[in-house]
């Protein structure tokens, strides 16, 4: 029934797609659904803000301070790595990992401002691979009735508009399913978890793999 089995692992799904996309909502309701049926599972997002590089992130962000595209992107990425002696220990004691966001993120939103993607890519190399990017879309006109944006630093139509074409490019089909995050929270709520949950059986006997 997906509870504890020694020695199966856990999964590491990440759901990605672009700003009001509904990504926070729904990983807390796959998580919580998860919880519920007595399985392993733990919740993680990127950027992760309260660690000291997440909190210089946070800063940026949030418009507080300047810094080089280079030097954020290279923060990013520190935030991923400084995570993954705990989600490696975690994933092979049979705790499956919902994450909020990751490293194609952190391409796609560098690469809108212009760095290369091959330049991007290069800090990543060597993450923790997901079993599975479940890629959420939103039309512009949906994600628009879901409210202004924020004050935050990338919360803006046409920069928006680069993030989601260069998610496209990224896009593997080998791993990644795209979920379409349209109809309500409980619709898209349903194919995520079915989806997930595929997911961690298929994953159960897979050795783990890296960027
Ligand atoms: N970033 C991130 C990088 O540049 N490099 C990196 O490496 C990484 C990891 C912060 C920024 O950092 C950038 C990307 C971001 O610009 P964040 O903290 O994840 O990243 O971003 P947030 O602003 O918190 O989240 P998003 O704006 O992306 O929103 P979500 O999580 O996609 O959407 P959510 O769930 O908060 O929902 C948005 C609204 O829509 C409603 C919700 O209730 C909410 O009000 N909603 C729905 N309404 C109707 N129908 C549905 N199905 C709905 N689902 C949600
Ligand atoms: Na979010």
Redesign the pocket.
């Known amino acids: 029934n997906g509870c504890v089995k020694a020695g199966l692992r856990g999964a590491l799904i990440v759901l990605e ?1 672009c ?8 990983c807390s309701k796959l998580v919580e659904r998860l919880v519920q049926e007595g399985r392993q599972v733990l919740l993680m ?3 992760d803000r309260t660690t000291p590089i997440g909190q210089m992130i946070d800063s940026y ?1 949030q418009q507080t301070v300047e810094l080089d595209d280079h030097v954020v992107h290279l923060l ?1 990425s520190s935030n991923r790595w400084e995570a993954m002696r705990k989600m490696t220990e975690l994933l092979q004691s049979g705790t499956t990992i919902i994450v ?3 490293a194609y ?2 391409v796609a ?2 690469a809108a401002k212009g760095l290369s993607v091959d330049w991007c890519r290069q800090p990543d190399v060597g993450l923790l691979k997901p079993d599975k990017v479940l890629y959420i879309t939103v039309s512009p006109e949906k994600a628009a009735e ?2 202004q944006f924020g004050t ?1 630093r ?1 919360e803006k139509l046409d920069f928006q508009q680069k993030v989601n074409n260069m998610f496209l490019y990224l896009k593997d089909p080998s791993y990644w399913q795209t979920v379409s ?1 349209e ?3 409980d619709v ?1 709520h349903a194919e995520i978890y079915k989806l997930a949950t595929q997911t961690i059986k298929e994953s159960e006997h897979l050795p783990l793999l890296k960027l």
């Not at 700003?19 to 729904?26: E, N, W």
Request: hydrophobic share 15%.
């Open positions: 797609g700003d009001r996309s509904g990504k926070s909502t729904q997002r990127f950027p962000l990013f909020d966001r990751y993120s952190g939103y560098s879901r409210g935050e990338y995050g109809g309500s929270i898209v």
